[in-house]
């Protein structure tokens, strides 16, 4: 099992800009997938972005397409989600989740595929 560690959310302004960052430790695997979902009040978790850890992949809702950047530290066991031209809307509990094989193009959307989950950070974008 992976135990993942999200950090770097807090309060920022419309148009602004956020770094999020989810430590990976424990039984981490060469190739995995590594996603971003997020969850509003009385909303669904939705999903965000996803990359496969070799770097060959990547995938962003369209929500957030052009917006957002997903990336990883192989060295540091570590993913970002550089968050850009932040919008209201983004408000949300962002949560890392991790899956030990490469998830396919229907799956890597899906929280269902994922089986190791962070404890979630508050992004709130207000002005």
């Known amino acids: 099992q992976v135990q993942l560690v999200e950090s770097g959310g807090g309060l920022v302004q419309p148009g602004g800009s956020l770094r999020l960052s989810c430590a990976a430790s424990?039984?981490?695997?060469?190739?995995?997938?590594m996603g971003w979902f997020r969850q509003a009040p009385g909303k669904e978790r939705e999903f965000v972005a996803a990359?496969?850890?070799?770097?060959?992949?990547?995938y962003y809702a369209d929500s957030v397409k052009g917006r957002f950047t997903i990336s990883s530290d192989t060295a540091k066991n570590t993913v970002y989600l550089q968050m850009d031209s932040l919008k209201p809307e983004d408000t949300a509990v962002y949560y890392c989740?991790?899956?030990?094989?490469?998830?396919?193009?229907?799956?890597?959307?899906?929280?269902?595929?994922?089986?190791?989950w962070g404890q979630g950070t508050q992004v709130t974008v207000s002005s």
């Open positions: 990359m496969w850890s070799t770097g060959s992949s990547t």
């Open positions: 424990g039984q981490t695997f060469t190739s995995r997938t």
């Open positions: 989740a991790a899956r030990s094989l490469l998830l396919g193009s229907w799956s890597i959307t899906r929280h269902s595929q994922y089986n190791s």
